[in-house]
Protein backbone atom coordinates (compact mmCIF):
# COMPACT_ATOMS: atom_id res chain seq x y z
CA UNK A 1 0.00 0.00 0.00
CA UNK A 2 1.34 3.08 -0.85
CA UNK A 3 2.00 5.41 2.13
CA UNK A 4 0.82 8.70 -0.55
CA UNK A 5 -1.80 10.85 1.27
CA UNK A 6 -5.01 10.82 -0.42
CA UNK A 7 -7.12 13.99 -0.48
CA UNK A 8 -9.81 11.75 2.27
CA UNK A 9 -6.98 12.58 4.26
CA UNK A 10 -5.98 16.28 3.68
CA UNK A 11 -8.39 17.30 6.50
CA UNK A 12 -5.80 16.16 9.00
CA UNK A 13 -4.36 19.08 9.62
CA UNK A 14 -1.88 18.00 12.71
CA UNK A 15 0.63 16.61 10.54
CA UNK A 16 3.27 19.02 9.45
CA UNK A 17 3.19 19.03 5.77
CA UNK A 18 6.71 20.40 2.98
CA UNK A 19 7.05 20.57 -0.64
CA UNK A 20 8.84 22.50 -2.77
CA UNK A 21 7.80 26.14 -3.24
CA UNK A 22 9.64 27.30 -6.33
CA UNK A 23 9.28 24.96 -9.93
CA UNK A 24 11.62 22.08 -10.05
CA UNK A 25 14.68 22.10 -12.22
CA UNK A 26 17.50 24.39 -12.91
CA UNK A 27 17.50 27.87 -10.69
CA UNK A 28 19.51 30.32 -8.61
CA UNK A 29 17.96 29.45 -5.72
CA UNK A 30 14.89 27.28 -4.60
CA UNK A 31 12.91 27.42 -1.50
CA UNK A 32 10.92 24.34 0.52
CA UNK A 33 8.32 25.44 2.69
CA UNK A 34 7.33 23.51 6.20
CA UNK A 35 4.16 24.13 7.89
CA UNK A 36 2.75 22.59 10.59
CA UNK A 37 3.06 22.31 14.66
CA UNK A 38 6.13 20.75 13.98
CA UNK A 39 7.27 22.82 11.46
CA UNK A 40 10.26 24.63 12.83
CA UNK A 41 11.17 21.56 15.27
CA UNK A 42 11.48 19.39 11.87
CA UNK A 43 13.64 22.34 9.86
CA UNK A 44 15.85 22.30 13.35
CA UNK A 45 16.24 18.67 13.38
CA UNK A 46 18.41 18.85 9.98
CA UNK A 47 19.71 22.03 10.63
CA UNK A 48 23.67 22.55 11.88
CA UNK A 49 22.13 25.26 13.82
CA UNK A 50 19.31 24.05 15.64
CA UNK A 51 19.32 26.24 18.32
CA UNK A 52 19.44 29.39 17.31
CA UNK A 53 16.14 28.34 14.92
CA UNK A 54 14.28 26.33 17.88
CA UNK A 55 14.94 29.97 19.72
CA UNK A 56 14.27 31.95 17.27
CA UNK A 57 11.26 34.62 17.57
CA UNK A 58 8.88 34.94 14.53
CA UNK A 59 10.30 36.53 10.50
CA UNK A 60 14.09 35.92 11.53
CA UNK A 61 15.96 34.24 8.80
CA UNK A 62 18.95 32.09 10.13
CA UNK A 63 22.32 31.07 8.11
CA UNK A 64 23.59 27.19 8.16
CA UNK A 65 23.74 24.14 6.52
CA UNK A 66 21.23 21.35 6.38
CA UNK A 67 22.88 18.04 7.18
CA UNK A 68 22.72 14.04 6.42
CA UNK A 69 21.66 12.32 9.87
CA UNK A 70 25.27 11.07 9.56
CA UNK A 71 26.02 14.83 9.53
CA UNK A 72 27.20 15.23 5.75
CA UNK A 73 26.88 18.66 4.25
CA UNK A 74 23.49 18.59 1.86
CA UNK A 75 23.49 22.58 1.41
CA UNK A 76 24.26 25.81 2.30
CA UNK A 77 21.13 27.32 3.27
CA UNK A 78 19.21 30.25 4.98
CA UNK A 79 16.00 28.94 7.06
CA UNK A 80 13.07 31.64 7.70
CA UNK A 81 10.93 30.92 10.49
CA UNK A 82 7.33 32.51 10.87
CA UNK A 83 5.71 31.69 13.96
CA UNK A 84 1.48 31.00 14.67
CA UNK A 85 -0.41 32.88 13.62
CA UNK A 86 1.68 35.33 11.64
CA UNK A 87 2.42 33.04 8.88
CA UNK A 88 1.10 32.45 5.56
CA UNK A 89 -0.91 29.02 6.75
CA UNK A 90 -1.19 30.48 10.00
CA UNK A 91 0.25 27.66 11.54
CA UNK A 92 4.28 27.62 12.67
CA UNK A 93 6.27 27.41 9.42
CA UNK A 94 9.81 28.03 7.90
CA UNK A 95 11.22 28.43 4.54
CA UNK A 96 14.30 26.82 3.32
CA UNK A 97 16.17 28.41 0.49
CA UNK A 98 18.78 26.48 -0.64
CA UNK A 99 20.73 26.18 -4.21
CA UNK A 100 18.17 26.04 -6.81
CA UNK A 101 18.70 22.55 -9.25
CA UNK A 102 16.58 18.98 -8.36
CA UNK A 103 19.21 16.75 -6.46
CA UNK A 104 19.65 19.76 -3.93
CA UNK A 105 15.84 20.80 -3.27
CA UNK A 106 15.21 16.83 -3.54
CA UNK A 107 17.81 15.87 -0.76
CA UNK A 108 16.37 19.01 1.78
CA UNK A 109 12.75 17.00 1.33
CA UNK A 110 14.15 13.77 1.36
CA UNK A 111 15.87 14.66 4.68
CA UNK A 112 12.66 16.51 6.01
CA UNK A 113 10.28 13.06 5.06
CA UNK A 114 12.87 11.09 7.32
CA UNK A 115 12.09 13.32 10.32
CA UNK A 116 8.16 12.29 9.66
CA UNK A 117 7.39 15.82 8.19
CA UNK A 118 4.86 14.56 4.39
CA UNK A 119 4.92 15.73 1.46
CA UNK A 120 2.42 18.32 0.89
CA UNK A 121 -0.80 18.29 -1.66
CA UNK A 122 -1.81 20.96 -4.28
CA UNK A 123 -2.72 23.82 -2.58
CA UNK A 124 -2.83 22.48 0.55
CA UNK A 125 -0.80 25.47 2.54
CA UNK A 126 -3.46 27.57 1.15
CA UNK A 127 -6.36 25.09 2.34
CA UNK A 128 -4.49 25.36 5.99
CA UNK A 129 -4.93 29.29 5.29
CA UNK A 130 -8.32 29.08 5.01
CA UNK A 131 -8.84 27.03 7.51
CA UNK A 132 -6.86 28.94 9.75
CA UNK A 133 -8.87 32.14 8.78
CA UNK A 134 -5.84 33.69 6.91
CA UNK A 135 -7.64 33.88 4.04
CA UNK A 136 -11.48 33.86 2.64
CA UNK A 137 -12.33 31.37 -0.14
CA UNK A 138 -12.36 34.25 -2.65
CA UNK A 139 -9.14 35.12 -1.06
CA UNK A 140 -8.13 31.83 -1.70
CA UNK A 141 -9.03 31.25 -5.35
CA UNK A 142 -7.15 34.50 -5.87
CA UNK A 143 -4.17 33.24 -4.95
CA UNK A 144 -4.36 30.15 -7.48
CA UNK A 145 -5.63 33.22 -10.35
CA UNK A 146 -2.43 35.66 -9.12
CA UNK A 147 -0.26 32.77 -10.11
CA UNK A 148 -1.58 31.75 -13.33
CA UNK A 149 -2.53 35.06 -14.66
CA UNK A 150 -0.88 35.84 -17.97
CA UNK A 151 -2.10 39.61 -18.62
CA UNK A 152 -1.42 42.79 -16.48
CA UNK A 153 -5.46 42.92 -16.09
CA UNK A 154 -5.60 39.45 -15.03
CA UNK A 155 -2.87 39.64 -12.83
CA UNK A 156 -4.65 43.25 -11.17
CA UNK A 157 -7.97 41.68 -10.91
CA UNK A 158 -6.70 38.57 -8.91
CA UNK A 159 -4.83 41.21 -7.03
CA UNK A 160 -7.57 42.73 -5.91
CA UNK A 161 -9.68 40.17 -5.47
CA UNK A 162 -7.22 38.85 -2.89
CA UNK A 163 -7.22 42.34 -1.04
CA UNK A 164 -10.78 41.00 -0.50
CA UNK A 165 -12.54 43.49 -3.05
CA UNK A 166 -15.19 41.20 -3.79
CA UNK A 167 -15.48 39.19 -0.44
CA UNK A 168 -15.73 43.35 0.77
CA UNK A 169 -18.74 43.58 -1.91
CA UNK A 170 -20.44 40.66 -0.66
CA UNK A 171 -20.06 41.03 2.47
CA UNK A 172 -21.86 44.22 2.19
CA UNK A 173 -25.06 42.47 0.79
CA UNK A 174 -25.14 39.73 2.60
CA UNK A 175 -25.08 42.14 5.89
CA UNK A 176 -28.49 44.06 4.20
CA UNK A 177 -30.20 40.44 3.47
CA UNK A 178 -29.41 39.26 7.06
CA UNK A 179 -31.10 42.48 8.17
CA UNK A 180 -34.47 41.79 6.07
CA UNK A 181 -33.93 37.69 7.23
CA UNK A 182 -33.93 38.93 10.73
CA UNK A 183 -36.48 41.24 10.82
CA UNK A 184 -38.94 38.28 8.78
CA UNK A 185 -37.89 35.88 11.56
CA UNK A 186 -38.93 38.22 14.20
CA UNK A 187 -42.52 38.93 12.72
CA UNK A 188 -42.68 35.59 12.26
CA UNK A 189 -41.97 34.84 15.96
CA UNK A 190 -44.87 37.64 16.89
CA UNK A 191 -47.18 36.38 13.92
CA UNK A 192 -49.84 35.75 16.47
CA UNK A 193 -49.99 40.00 17.63
CA UNK A 194 -49.32 40.67 14.28
CA UNK A 195 -46.18 42.41 14.46
CA UNK A 196 -44.83 43.78 11.29
CA UNK A 197 -41.22 45.36 12.14
CA UNK A 198 -40.03 45.97 8.59
CA UNK A 199 -42.81 47.70 6.57
CA UNK A 200 -43.82 45.51 3.28
CA UNK A 201 -42.33 49.12 1.14
CA UNK A 202 -39.19 49.21 2.93
CA UNK A 203 -38.57 45.20 2.62
CA UNK A 204 -39.30 45.13 -0.80
CA UNK A 205 -37.11 48.15 -1.90
CA UNK A 206 -34.11 46.39 0.13
CA UNK A 207 -34.55 43.11 -1.65
CA UNK A 208 -34.66 44.90 -4.71
CA UNK A 209 -31.58 46.83 -4.02
CA UNK A 210 -29.63 43.74 -3.43
CA UNK A 211 -31.34 41.31 -6.03
CA UNK A 212 -29.58 44.93 -8.41
CA UNK A 213 -26.31 44.33 -6.70
CA UNK A 214 -26.23 40.78 -7.16
CA UNK A 215 -26.97 41.30 -10.96
CA UNK A 216 -24.34 44.63 -10.98
CA UNK A 217 -21.99 41.81 -9.60
CA UNK A 218 -22.88 38.97 -11.67
CA UNK A 219 -23.09 41.19 -15.27
CA UNK A 220 -19.25 41.97 -14.72
CA UNK A 221 -18.88 37.62 -15.40
CA UNK A 222 -19.34 38.62 -18.78
CA UNK A 223 -15.61 40.37 -18.83
CA UNK A 224 -14.20 38.36 -15.58
CA UNK A 225 -14.62 35.40 -17.87
CA UNK A 226 -12.98 36.81 -21.16
CA UNK A 227 -9.95 38.34 -18.58
CA UNK A 228 -9.32 34.70 -17.12
CA UNK A 229 -9.87 32.51 -20.02
CA UNK A 230 -8.79 35.18 -23.05
CA UNK A 231 -10.66 36.02 -25.74
CA UNK A 232 -12.74 32.50 -27.41
CA UNK A 233 -11.90 32.27 -30.80
CA UNK A 234 -13.44 30.35 -33.25
CA UNK A 235 -11.80 29.08 -36.38
CA UNK A 236 -15.03 27.91 -38.77
CA UNK A 237 -15.48 27.04 -42.42
CA UNK A 238 -16.32 24.49 -45.21
CA UNK A 239 -13.46 21.40 -45.33
CA UNK A 240 -10.68 22.51 -46.84
CA UNK A 241 -11.02 26.97 -46.47
CA UNK A 242 -8.00 27.01 -44.92
CA UNK A 243 -8.76 27.12 -41.12
CA UNK A 244 -6.03 24.77 -39.49
CA UNK A 245 -3.99 26.96 -42.10
CA UNK A 246 -4.86 30.23 -40.20
CA UNK A 247 -4.19 28.74 -36.89
CA UNK A 248 -0.65 28.09 -37.72
CA UNK A 249 -0.71 31.38 -39.15
CA UNK A 250 -2.36 33.40 -36.30
CA UNK A 251 -0.03 31.10 -33.27
CA UNK A 252 3.09 31.40 -35.71
CA UNK A 253 3.85 27.44 -35.28
CA UNK A 254 2.41 24.57 -37.16
CA UNK A 255 0.35 22.97 -34.43
CA UNK A 256 -2.50 21.90 -36.51
CA UNK A 257 -1.90 19.63 -39.67
CA UNK A 258 -3.04 20.65 -43.16
CA UNK A 259 -3.43 19.08 -45.80
CA UNK A 260 -5.03 19.25 -49.11
CA UNK A 261 -7.98 16.82 -48.34
CA UNK A 262 -11.34 18.28 -47.46
CA UNK A 263 -11.71 16.95 -43.86
CA UNK A 264 -8.42 16.80 -42.69
CA UNK A 265 -9.07 18.19 -38.89
CA UNK A 266 -11.64 16.08 -37.04
CA UNK A 267 -11.03 16.96 -33.43
CA UNK A 268 -11.44 20.67 -32.42
CA UNK A 269 -7.40 21.73 -31.34
CA UNK A 270 -7.33 24.61 -28.80
CA UNK A 271 -4.66 26.88 -27.83
CA UNK A 272 -4.04 30.31 -26.10
CA UNK A 273 -2.24 32.80 -27.67
CA UNK A 274 -1.23 36.78 -26.70
CA UNK A 275 -2.08 39.30 -29.08
CA UNK A 276 -0.67 42.43 -28.33
CA UNK A 277 -0.47 42.03 -24.32
CA UNK A 278 -4.32 40.45 -24.57
CA UNK A 279 -5.07 36.46 -23.69
CA UNK A 280 -6.80 35.00 -26.82
CA UNK A 281 -8.04 31.58 -26.95
CA UNK A 282 -7.92 30.04 -30.76
CA UNK A 283 -10.09 27.19 -31.51
CA UNK A 284 -9.75 25.27 -35.02
CA UNK A 285 -12.54 22.97 -36.10
CA UNK A 286 -13.69 20.32 -38.51
CA UNK A 287 -15.02 21.72 -41.71
CA UNK A 288 -18.74 21.95 -41.25
CA UNK A 289 -20.35 19.41 -44.03
CA UNK A 290 -22.76 17.10 -43.41
CA UNK A 291 -21.26 14.37 -45.85
CA UNK A 292 -18.67 12.20 -43.87
CA UNK A 293 -17.82 9.44 -41.64
CA UNK A 294 -19.49 9.00 -38.23
CA UNK A 295 -16.15 10.19 -36.18
CA UNK A 296 -16.65 13.48 -38.99
CA UNK A 297 -19.98 13.67 -38.22
CA UNK A 298 -18.93 14.00 -34.54
CA UNK A 299 -16.51 16.73 -34.80
CA UNK A 300 -18.74 18.98 -37.04
CA UNK A 301 -21.25 18.60 -33.80
CA UNK A 302 -18.32 20.26 -32.12
CA UNK A 303 -17.45 22.68 -34.43
CA UNK A 304 -21.26 23.97 -33.51
CA UNK A 305 -20.85 23.62 -30.03
CA UNK A 306 -17.76 25.80 -30.41
CA UNK A 307 -19.21 27.96 -32.66
CA UNK A 308 -22.29 28.67 -29.91
CA UNK A 309 -19.78 29.19 -27.11
CA UNK A 310 -17.54 31.37 -29.17
CA UNK A 311 -16.97 35.11 -28.53
CA UNK A 312 -15.57 35.59 -31.91
CA UNK A 313 -16.09 33.63 -34.82
CA UNK A 314 -13.87 34.13 -37.87
CA UNK A 315 -15.61 32.38 -40.96
CA UNK A 316 -12.93 31.48 -43.19
CA UNK A 317 -14.49 31.15 -47.03
CA UNK A 318 -11.99 29.39 -50.16
CA UNK A 319 -12.41 32.63 -52.03
CA UNK A 320 -10.16 30.63 -55.05
CA UNK A 321 -13.06 28.58 -55.10
CA UNK A 322 -16.64 29.62 -53.45
CA UNK A 323 -18.44 32.21 -55.16
CA UNK A 324 -18.03 35.53 -53.23
CA UNK A 325 -21.84 37.11 -53.26
CA UNK A 326 -23.65 39.59 -50.52
CA UNK A 327 -26.31 36.95 -50.04
CA UNK A 328 -23.89 33.96 -48.97
CA UNK A 329 -21.76 36.42 -46.86
CA UNK A 330 -25.13 37.77 -45.23
CA UNK A 331 -26.52 34.26 -44.78
CA UNK A 332 -23.73 32.93 -42.78
CA UNK A 333 -23.88 36.01 -40.66
CA UNK A 334 -27.39 35.27 -40.01
CA UNK A 335 -26.27 31.51 -39.41
CA UNK A 336 -23.64 32.70 -36.71
CA UNK A 337 -25.83 35.40 -35.13
CA UNK A 338 -28.78 32.70 -34.56
CA UNK A 339 -26.58 29.98 -33.24
CA UNK A 340 -24.75 32.25 -30.77
CA UNK A 341 -27.62 34.37 -29.86
CA UNK A 342 -26.21 37.55 -31.35
CA UNK A 343 -22.87 37.28 -28.61
CA UNK A 344 -20.26 36.47 -30.81
CA UNK A 345 -18.53 38.99 -33.09
CA UNK A 346 -18.18 37.51 -36.67
CA UNK A 347 -15.55 38.24 -38.50
CA UNK A 348 -15.68 36.80 -42.39
CA UNK A 349 -12.29 36.34 -44.17
CA UNK A 350 -11.69 35.57 -47.83
CA UNK A 351 -8.85 33.08 -47.29
CA UNK A 352 -6.44 32.17 -50.10
CA UNK A 353 -6.19 36.10 -51.30
CA UNK A 354 -2.92 35.23 -52.68
CA UNK A 355 -4.43 33.28 -55.92
CA UNK A 356 -7.88 35.25 -56.64
CA UNK A 357 -8.04 37.38 -59.50
CA UNK A 358 -8.38 41.41 -58.76
CA UNK A 359 -11.87 40.92 -59.48
CA UNK A 360 -12.53 38.60 -56.91
CA UNK A 361 -10.94 41.01 -54.48
CA UNK A 362 -13.14 43.64 -55.75
CA UNK A 363 -15.78 41.22 -55.36
CA UNK A 364 -14.53 40.71 -51.31
CA UNK A 365 -14.41 44.58 -50.69
CA UNK A 366 -18.14 44.71 -51.80
CA UNK A 367 -19.54 42.58 -49.58
CA UNK A 368 -18.03 43.03 -46.40
CA UNK A 369 -15.36 40.40 -46.52
CA UNK A 370 -11.50 40.69 -45.80
CA UNK A 371 -9.37 39.23 -48.15
CA UNK A 372 -6.69 37.25 -46.44
CA UNK A 373 -3.87 34.24 -47.17
CA UNK A 374 -2.71 31.83 -44.62
CA UNK A 375 -0.10 31.09 -46.89
CA UNK A 376 1.77 34.27 -47.06
CA UNK A 377 0.22 36.03 -44.44
CA UNK A 378 -1.51 38.97 -45.93
CA UNK A 379 -4.15 40.88 -43.72
CA UNK A 380 -3.05 39.21 -40.98
CA UNK A 381 -2.48 41.86 -39.09
CA UNK A 382 -6.12 43.46 -39.69
CA UNK A 383 -6.55 40.12 -38.51
CA UNK A 384 -4.88 40.41 -34.96
CA UNK A 385 -5.64 43.98 -34.34
CA UNK A 386 -9.07 43.29 -34.37
CA UNK A 387 -9.00 40.32 -32.04
CA UNK A 388 -6.77 42.32 -30.23
CA UNK A 389 -8.58 45.32 -29.78
CA UNK A 390 -11.89 43.19 -28.89
CA UNK A 391 -10.10 41.50 -26.29
CA UNK A 392 -9.48 44.68 -24.61
CA UNK A 393 -12.90 45.70 -24.83
CA UNK A 394 -14.84 41.88 -23.83
CA UNK A 395 -12.19 41.87 -20.89
CA UNK A 396 -12.52 45.58 -19.36
CA UNK A 397 -14.51 45.92 -16.11
CA UNK A 398 -15.98 49.16 -17.28
CA UNK A 399 -15.03 50.65 -14.18
CA UNK A 400 -17.22 48.92 -12.12
CA UNK A 401 -15.85 48.10 -8.25
CA UNK A 402 -15.29 44.41 -8.43
CA UNK A 403 -14.80 41.96 -11.10
CA UNK A 404 -16.26 38.38 -11.01
CA UNK A 405 -13.72 36.50 -12.90
CA UNK A 406 -14.55 33.12 -11.46
CA UNK A 407 -17.18 30.83 -13.48
CA UNK A 408 -18.04 29.32 -8.96
CA UNK A 409 -18.36 32.41 -8.26
CA UNK A 410 -20.86 33.68 -10.49
CA UNK A 411 -23.01 30.37 -10.11
CA UNK A 412 -23.61 31.51 -6.84
CA UNK A 413 -24.63 34.73 -7.48
CA UNK A 414 -27.01 33.26 -10.31
CA UNK A 415 -28.28 31.16 -7.05
CA UNK A 416 -28.66 34.31 -4.86
CA UNK A 417 -29.91 36.51 -7.25
CA UNK A 418 -32.98 33.27 -8.79
CA UNK A 419 -33.56 33.20 -4.42
CA UNK A 420 -33.97 36.97 -4.52
CA UNK A 421 -36.12 37.11 -7.59
CA UNK A 422 -38.53 34.13 -6.23
CA UNK A 423 -39.00 36.00 -2.63
CA UNK A 424 -39.57 39.47 -4.19
CA UNK A 425 -42.71 37.74 -6.42
CA UNK A 426 -43.80 36.50 -3.22
CA UNK A 427 -44.22 39.31 -2.20
CA UNK A 428 -45.63 40.78 -4.99
CA UNK A 429 -47.71 37.70 -4.82
CA UNK A 430 -48.67 38.72 -0.86
CA UNK A 431 -47.76 35.15 0.20
CA UNK A 432 -46.69 34.06 3.35
CA UNK A 433 -43.65 35.59 5.02
CA UNK A 434 -42.33 32.23 6.08
CA UNK A 435 -42.12 31.58 2.06
CA UNK A 436 -39.95 35.24 1.90
CA UNK A 437 -37.37 34.19 4.65
CA UNK A 438 -36.93 31.38 3.30
CA UNK A 439 -35.88 32.54 -0.32
CA UNK A 440 -33.56 35.00 1.65
CA UNK A 441 -32.18 32.90 3.47
CA UNK A 442 -31.66 30.81 0.43
CA UNK A 443 -29.76 33.59 -1.38
CA UNK A 444 -27.53 34.53 1.87
CA UNK A 445 -26.14 31.00 1.99
CA UNK A 446 -25.32 31.47 -2.21
CA UNK A 447 -23.32 34.33 -1.15
CA UNK A 448 -21.70 32.62 1.80
CA UNK A 449 -20.30 29.88 -0.94
CA UNK A 450 -18.45 32.61 -2.05
CA UNK A 451 -16.79 33.58 0.36
CA UNK A 452 -16.60 29.39 2.16
CA UNK A 453 -18.41 30.30 5.47
CA UNK A 454 -20.31 27.10 4.08
CA UNK A 455 -18.99 24.89 1.70
CA UNK A 456 -18.85 21.22 1.40
CA UNK A 457 -15.03 19.64 1.28
CA UNK A 458 -16.25 18.20 -2.16
CA UNK A 459 -16.22 22.14 -3.20
CA UNK A 460 -12.84 22.48 -1.35
CA UNK A 461 -11.40 19.12 -2.91
CA UNK A 462 -12.27 20.40 -6.26
CA UNK A 463 -10.88 23.99 -5.52
CA UNK A 464 -7.97 23.19 -4.20
CA UNK A 465 -6.68 20.08 -6.03
CA UNK A 466 -6.38 23.21 -9.02
CA UNK A 467 -3.55 24.98 -7.00
CA UNK A 468 0.14 23.58 -7.77
CA UNK A 469 2.35 21.89 -4.81
CA UNK A 470 4.02 23.87 -2.81
CA UNK A 471 1.00 26.51 -2.32
N1 LIG B 1 -2.91 29.30 -51.83
C1 LIG B 1 -3.32 29.15 -50.59
N2 LIG B 1 -3.58 27.92 -50.10
C2 LIG B 1 -4.00 27.82 -48.82
C3 LIG B 1 -4.18 28.93 -47.98
N3 LIG B 1 -4.62 28.49 -46.78
C4 LIG B 1 -4.70 27.17 -46.87
N4 LIG B 1 -4.33 26.74 -48.09
C5 LIG B 1 -4.30 25.35 -48.57
O1 LIG B 1 -5.63 24.82 -48.50
C6 LIG B 1 -5.61 23.45 -48.15
C7 LIG B 1 -6.48 23.20 -46.94
O2 LIG B 1 -5.93 23.87 -45.82
P1 LIG B 1 -6.30 23.51 -44.34
O3 LIG B 1 -5.67 24.55 -43.50
O4 LIG B 1 -6.00 22.11 -44.04
O5 LIG B 1 -7.87 23.73 -44.41
P2 LIG B 1 -8.97 23.44 -43.28
O6 LIG B 1 -10.01 24.48 -43.42
O7 LIG B 1 -8.33 23.29 -41.97
O8 LIG B 1 -9.55 22.06 -43.78
P3 LIG B 1 -10.33 20.91 -42.93
O9 LIG B 1 -9.52 20.61 -41.72
O10 LIG B 1 -10.37 19.79 -43.89
O11 LIG B 1 -11.68 21.44 -42.62
C8 LIG B 1 -4.14 23.11 -47.93
O12 LIG B 1 -3.62 22.52 -49.11
C9 LIG B 1 -3.50 24.44 -47.68
O13 LIG B 1 -2.12 24.49 -48.03
C10 LIG B 1 -3.90 30.24 -48.52
O14 LIG B 1 -4.02 31.27 -47.89
N5 LIG B 1 -3.47 30.26 -49.82
MG1 LIG C 1 -8.28 21.76 -40.64
Redesign the pocket.
Known amino acids: MSDTPTIATVTDREDTIAALATPPGTSGIAVVRVSGTDAIARAAGIFSRADSLLAAPSHTVHHGFVRTARGEAIDETLVSVFRSPHSYTGEDSAEISCHGGTAVSRAVLERLFETGVRHALPGEFTRRAFLNGKLDLAQAEAVADLISAQTASAHRASMRQLEGALSKHIAAIREELVRCASMLELSLDFAEEDVRLLPPDELRSALARARDTVHAALDTYASGRVLREGLTVVLA ?10 L ?1 ALLGTPR ?10 RDYIEEQAMLHGSLVRFV ?1 T ?2 LRSAGDSAERAGVALSKEWIAAADVVCY ?1 I ?1 A ?1 EEDIDAEQASGIQASIERATGSRAEVILLA ?5 VTPETRRACARVGLLP ?5 GDGLDTVTSRLSSLARTRSSSGGEEVLVTNARHAECLRRSSAALDAGLAALADGRTEEILAYEVRGAIRALDEIIGTVTSDDVLNAIFSRFCIGK
Open positions: GRPNAGKSSMNAIVTDMPGTTDAGLDSNKADIVSALT
